[in-house]
């Protein structure tokens, strides 16, 4: 069993940076590929980014290529989405989640989901 807990998702203004930061319990953290997805009002939840669980392996979103960076730190039980150049249409509900593999995470296949943070860019 694993429970994730996102943070540091607030207001930022265009162009402004964020880092969110998904603590995961459980001894089996490190096993897992870790994943950041968000939802918008009215959309339905897509993929961000991925990183495999020895950190080998990164996968992005086209729309946050370049502008996003996942990093996992096993010892803390932790995955980061550094955002910069944010964007207004970056607006949304920030989700980590904990899969088997980039491809079933790609697939928005995961085995454990967070609550979810809160991401509003203003314009």
């Known amino acids: 069993q694993v429970q994730l807990v996102e943070s540091g998702g607030g207001l930022v203004q265009a162009g402004g940076s964020l880092r969110l930061s998904c603590a995961a319990s459980?001894?089996?953290?490190?096993?897992?590929?870790m994943g950041w997805f968000r939802q918008a009002p009215g959309k339905e939840r897509e993929f961000v980014a991925a990183i495999s669980w020895s950190a080998d392996n990164r996968y992005y979103a086209d729309s946050v290529k370049g502008r996003f960076t996942i990093s996992r730190d096993n010892a803390k039980n932790t995955v980061y989405l550094q955002m910069n150049s944010l964007k207004p249409e970056d607006t949304a509900v920030y989700y980590c989640?904990?899969?088997?593999?980039?491809?079933?995470?790609?697939?928005?296949?995961?085995?454990?989901w967070g609550q979810g943070t809160q991401v509003t860019v203003s314009s």
């Open positions: 459980g001894r089996t953290f490190s096993s897992y590929t």
């Open positions: 989640a904990a899969a088997r593999s980039i491809a079933t995470m790609t697939k928005r296949i995961a085995d454990y």
